[in-house]
């Protein structure tokens, strides 16, 4: 049998292996667009077996044409279920004031870490007896004189 615009095949090969479906529009002499109860598309002829009947159908088709030519013939087109379209958060951009009062509020609390790091480091000085600060400075005496050396 030959291949034609309208003409009812079974796909042998694939997800919809077994089911049913109509050439709509021959793309080249390897590739058909078939639709019914399988899904509208691309299919190789290959993975097709032509069955006797012929639709009368218009090249390209739409699936609503494709349904009611497959009713008057007993048969159940596949139910295609569109994806709802999902609403996307729109990001809100800051003004330039906006972005200038928020660098100003990192900067504060930068600077209150930081200030906070320093007292606790004269803190500890200031409470070493003299012992510990000499012990303190031979040791960085000590590991910069080994690293002259190396």
Not at 63 to 76: F, T
Not at 139 to 147: M, V, Y
């Amino acid at each position: 049998m030959t291949i034609e615009i309208g003409r009812l095949c079974v796909k042998l090969a694939g997800r919809d292996a077994g089911k049913k479906g109509v050439i709509i529009d021959i793309l080249d002499e390897k590739f058909v667009l078939i639709d019914g109860e399988t899904r509208r598309r691309k299919c190789n002829v290959l993975h097709l077996e032509p069955l006797n009947q012929v639709l009368k159908i218009a090249k390209g088709a739409s699936r609503e044409e494709i349904a009611s030519a497959l009713k008057e013939i007993g048969m159940e087109a596949r139910q295609s279920k569109p994806k709802p379209k999902a609403q996307r958060p729109v990001k809100k951009r800051k003004t330039p004031e906006q972005l200038r009062v928020q660098k100003e509020e990192k900067k504060k609390l930068r600077d209150i870490f930081s200030f906070k790091k320093k007292q606790e480091a004269v803190a500890q000085k200031k409470d070493a007896t003299l012992e510990e600060k000499a012990a303190i400075a031979k040791e960085a005496l000590g590991e910069t004189k080994e690293a002259g050396n190396q």
